[in-house]
């Protein structure tokens, strides 16, 4: 059951909680510094023994720990080294944006964008950086909603974290930052450990420079050259990294740090801030509820007591396949779930990307045809129709019209939900060169349309359906 998340309505400047409560039964963050390990941290990766068995993996598809890196201060400068950086080695990087600043140091609302188009993550350090704290500032929570809203003005993109500003001292204040954000990175200088997160003073290694080995084996291997790291205490953590400026003799070691951490990308999730801290609070609120095992099928239920709005992030389930399963597919209310398939000691694992509170998922063969009507489940989940009943599939139906010449009226049952397409081939083994209609909304219990055939000795029309 979904806990409430209760916080001191805000009157300071005149602001109120953000956002405006649609679904108060969901929490924005987990606020609180755990006081004990939510869970038992596996220092390797686990594996079901029992065909059908589920499992959330730690991290982003299975990986043994993971990491991001995030720049302070703007930081103008450095824009074209990073982006250039993040091109070479595929790794994303999160700003955390003094707002007040931008335009008078150098830096842009334009250059941010760019940056955001280009795949890196933006987040609040505050208006003022606490330049000046004496009145007439507004105050703590201004400084933290005004941010955020600028930002999310100027670059249309969610600024779902904050770094902040000299650290977690005063005047900061978690309890208000918790009304504004999912997360809030701090400057504690330690990898954070999984199960020991503290989402609103998230630690961080400040760098100058290089982010040493030392730090990322750490998190991957438990070793380290450094003493205090050499141990599986950080072991499969959450290595979080900040830079400031990056001055031109300190961009080599920088550019080598990054490619080793790329280098990992195998085994070290390297992710956005908010990317890390949605999948973490997800699964550490997670539910997950194993509703059907059989060989035919697998149904389950994913849920976490997160707000839905900001976290969509999917969580990696681990589903052992039956050994007769050849080509694993999942759907989630109506959609494909993307999946991989991992092989280890003579069994098969799905890993499945499922966002949690979007639906019930069901896993089964490709070919699984349970009703014998000739259209596998998976297809029928997809189109609305039901795999457990021979007589309901998405039937086509046609025919001939005299007005207008050259035509055929088509109908087929629909439903709820969902979107359809027609497209249209020359002839029957023909590619499909024309769509005729597309996203038509369903009109349960039927849609019908009038097709204009184009002149050919055969034609082949087909009807193709997706959810919303």
């Known amino acids: 059951m979904k806990t409430m998340c209760m916080h001191a ?174 997360a809030v990175r701090g400057v504690i200088g330690t990898p954070n450990r999984a199960n020991l997160i503290d989402y609103m003073n998230a630690g961080s290694v400040s760098r100058t420079s290089v982010l040493g080995r030392e730090y990322i084996d750490a998190v991957q291997f438990g070793t380290s050259s450094v003493a205090w790291l050499n141990n599986v205490v950080y072991k499969r953590g959450w290595l979080c990294a900040h830079y400031h400026s990056v001055p031109e003799a300190s961009r080599p070691g920088a550019a080598e740090s990054m490619a080793y951490l790329a280098s990992q990308s195998n085994e070290i999730w390297t992710a956005l801030f908010q990317d890390v801290i949605r999948y973490g609070q997800e699964r550490d609120t997670a539910q997950l509820a194993l509703l059907t095992n059989t060989p035919a099928r697998v149904v389950f239920t994913l849920t976490d007591d997160m707000y839905d709005a900001w976290y969509d992030y999917p969580l990696t389930i681990k589903l052992r396949l039956y050994p007769h399963w050849s080509n694993a597919v999942a759907v989630q209310a109506a959609r494909r779930v993307p999946l991989r398939v991992a092989a280890t000691n003579g069994a098969q694992y799905a890993l499945l990307r499922v966002v949690p509170d979007h639906g019930t998922v069901q896993v089964m063969d490709r070919d699984t045809d349970t009703d014998g009507d000739g259209a596998p489940d998976w297809s029928e989940l997809v189109a609305g129709t039901n795999p457990d009943d021979g007589n309901d599939w998405l039937r086509v139906q046609s025919r001939a019209l005299d007005t207008p010449a050259n035509s055929l009226g088509l109908s087929w049952h629909s439903a709820p939900g969902r979107y359809y397409d027609v497209l249209c081939a020359p002839h029957p083994t023909g590619a499909y060169v024309a769509t005729l209609w597309t996203n038509m909304p369903a009109t349960p219990p039927l849609n019908s349309i009038t097709a204009a055939l184009p002149r050919a000795a055969t034609t082949l029309l087909h009807v193709r359906v997706r959810s919303d």
């Open 9 to 182: 309505v805000l009157c300071a400047a005149g602001l109120a909680a953000y956002p405006v409560w649609a679904q108060p039964l969901q929490l924005l963050c987990l606020s609180n510094a755990p006081a004990a390990p939510r869970f038992t941290v596996p220092l390797d990766r686990t594996w079901p023994a029992t065909n059908g068995q589920i499992e959330i993996c730690l991290w982003d598809d299975d990986r043994m720990a993971a990491a991001s890196v995030t720049i302070d201060d703007n930081q103008a400068a450095d824009h074209a080294w990073w982006q250039a950086l993040g091109a070479t080695t595929g790794l994303r990087f999160t700003w955390f944006i003094i707002t007040g600043r931008v335009g008078q140091d150098g830096s842009t609302w334009p250059s941010f964008a760019a940056l955001a188009a280009a795949g890196h993550g933006m987040g609040s350090h505050s208006v003022t950086h606490f330049a000046n704290t004496n009145p007439p500032w507004l105050g703590i929570a201004w400084e933290y909603h005004a941010s955020r809203t600028n930002i999310e003005n100027m670059i249309q993109q969610p600024a779902l974290t904050m770094a902040y500003a000299n650290g977690y001292v005063a005047p900061n204040d978690r309890i208000v930052a918790a009304q504004y954000y999912a």
